[in-house]
């Protein structure tokens, strides 16, 4: 794995090189830097990947110029999802493979669904504003589609990321530091942080790697307990350390990648989490899913529900995602509810508020999060049981 990030910052500072070297005005010359190295790299990891990535994008080009001939039918662009369904709910499905972070061990390991989702968002979004601007060019949505660094975890940017004025930027060295600076904070987190959480950590609780724990098991709530908290934080530092390196990739292009995470540990309730966790993704839900669900129904709390429920399916098709949608839908639906009400204040200081909501908002995301990544529903009837003793 570390000789593939090596690979793959050498090819960032090459690529960047000589998209640098041709001028403001050669904005389809350094597109096809872009194209060329990212379409190459998908190639190398996984022919599959890049081929299916492609077709996408033209259904996803498709579906934008029927919605621009036949605006009534509003629901063409979601038809941009149908390879991650056909992928999902299919004997073809993990059609894909390609590195990226897992809560349960390697880094390296199939996200074929999950990286799937990301760039069909990424097409979703753009055909929604490429209708707003009355233009979407086929070379746009292609160049956010395959940009590599941001290939198999995002962020989840529409291709306006990508058009004219952000291809025609001027070099800016001290942005190109900062990315390479970037790149490093993203390795730091992964291989020091994330090995010393999985190996070290884990192993001195449990005697095994995070991985084995799956196997051995859980004697009791406190270790079921403690094992959501460590299966988290792994999760955040590899999810946070690829879309740092995806975003110091494209700072030295002078490519403003969207930010996607706020110091979510930080987080002081459910509400403040989803500000501060996955923010690209927090925005499109935000857009394109709960506005617009409310605006039909007029039901926060079942829209709230029905959004992350159907996130959570997104996510991967599985009964633990199923627990994870309807329960942070259901935590934000209910904290809506709370704060809705007329009631003093809690007599206790602030900072007294914030450190309980700091402990039980991680312990609910953690506790979800793990219920989500477990391997199987086996692993995951264990994992449950354990929290009331039983060993099944």
């Not at 077709?55 to 662009?77: F, I, N």
């Not at 039980?360 to 999060?369: A, D, E, G, R």
Request: net charge positive; aromatic share 16%.
């Amino acid at each position: 794995m570390l000789a593939s990030l090596q690979i793959l910052l050498l090819t960032t500072v090459a690529a960047s090189f000589a998209y640098w070297l041709l001028p403001a005005a050669w904005v389809e010359g350094r597109r096809a830097v872009l194209l060329v190295t990212s379409g190459t790299l998908l190639y190398i990891y996984d022919p599959a990947a890049l081929f299916v990535a492609v077709g996408t994008v033209l259904l996803a080009w498709l579906l934008y110029g029927l919605t621009r001939r036949y605006p009534k039918y509003g629901w063409l662009p979601w038809l941009v999802v149908l390879p991650l369904l056909i992928n999902a709910f299919t004997p073809i499905g993990d059609l894909i493979t390609f590195p990226g972070g897992s809560p349960r061990g390697v880094i390296f390991t199939n996200l074929a669904t999950l990286g799937m989702s990301f760039y069909t968002f990424k097409l979703y979004a753009s055909i929604k504003q490429g209708l707003k601007l009355n233009s979407l060019p086929f070379r746009e949505i292609l160049t956010t589609t395959l940009f590599f660094p941001a290939f198999p975890t995002g962020p989840i940017d529409a291709s306006q990321k990508f058009d004219h004025a952000a291809l025609s930027r001027d070099p800016d060295p001290r942005r190109w530091v900062m990315g390479v600076g970037r790149i490093g904070l993203g390795v730091f987190k992964i291989y020091i942080v994330g090995g010393y959480i999985q190996s070290t950590l884990t192993v001195d609780v449990f005697g095994v790697p995070l991985p084995g724990v799956y196997a051995q098991g859980w004697s009791g709530p406190v270790e079921a307990l403690i094992f959501a908290f460590f299966s988290f934080a792994f999760l955040y530092v590899n999810f946070s350390g690829f879309t740092d390196i995806a975003i110091g990739s494209g700072w030295m292009f002078n490519l403003k990648l969207t930010e996607n995470f706020h110091f979510p540990l930080l987080s002081h309730s459910i509400q403040n989490f989803w500000q501060r966790w996955h923010l690209s993704l927090s925005k499109f839900i935000t857009a394109y899913l709960f506005k617009p669900m409310l605006r039909r129904t007029g039901k926060p709390a079942l829209s709230l529900v029905v959004t992350f429920t159907l996130i959570g399916l997104w996510h991967n098709v599985s009964v633990g995602y199923l627990f994870w949608g309807l329960g942070h839908g259901a935590a934000l639906a209910l904290t809506m509810y709370y704060r809705g009400l007329k009631r003093p204040p809690l007599p206790m200081p602030m900072i007294v508020r914030r450190a309980g909501g700091i402990v039980i908002t991680l312990t609910f995301v953690s506790l979800m999060s793990t219920i989500a990544n477990q391997p199987s529903n086996r692993d995951l009837a264990r994992y449950v049981a354990s929290f009331v003793g039983v060993h099944l």
